[in-house]
């Protein structure tokens, strides 16, 4: 089981920087290009792109005006945005291929139980979606810039 995504399996992060393409923007993270899609405003799609790190992403993401019925689609727009980058980043693809058999858990401390597990409790959502891709499940999904 890996518990969380630090250390050697940070790559599983939406923090990690690498290239993510989503809605024909290359995104300096997973993270930054979660945070973008919560919104149109365009304005804040820009702001969130010009943040230099992940976490300050995540911070204006938090800040900009939600889309309509966002919770419906965080779902499955975070799929798109995991499969992209794994699928534009080979070498990564073959670091989550390598964590196979391992139960792969989005642990942490901040209080996250939806992406990931906190003191025990979560859904675990981000692991089950890196599982899936590990899998092989529906690869041809993926969207590459």
């Not at 989503?22 to 010009?50: C, F, M, R």
């Not at 919770?71 to 727009?77: E, F, M, Q, W």
């Amino acid at each position: 089981m890996i518990e969380e995504f630090r250390g050697i399996y940070s790559f599983l992060s939406n923090f990690y920087i690498c290239p993510v393409p989503y809605a024909g923007v290359l995104w300096k993270s997973a993270e930054h290009a979660y945070q973008a899609a919560k919104t149109n405003d365009a304005i804040w799609k820009q702001k969130i792109a010009d943040a230099a790190t992940p976490a300050e992403a995540k911070r204006l993401g938090k800040q900009a005006p939600m889309k309509v019925f966002w919770d419906l689609n965080k779902d499955r727009v975070m799929e798109e945005i995991e499969r992209n980058k794994y699928s534009y980043n080979p070498w990564l693809r073959k670091k989550l291929d390598g964590t196979y058999p391992h139960e792969l858990i989005e642990g942490n401390w901040w209080g996250d139980t939806y992406w990931g597990i906190c003191k025990g409790v979560g859904q675990n959502k981000l692991g089950k979606i890196l599982m899936s891709i590990r899998a092989g499940a529906n690869d041809t999904q993926a969207i590459t810039a």
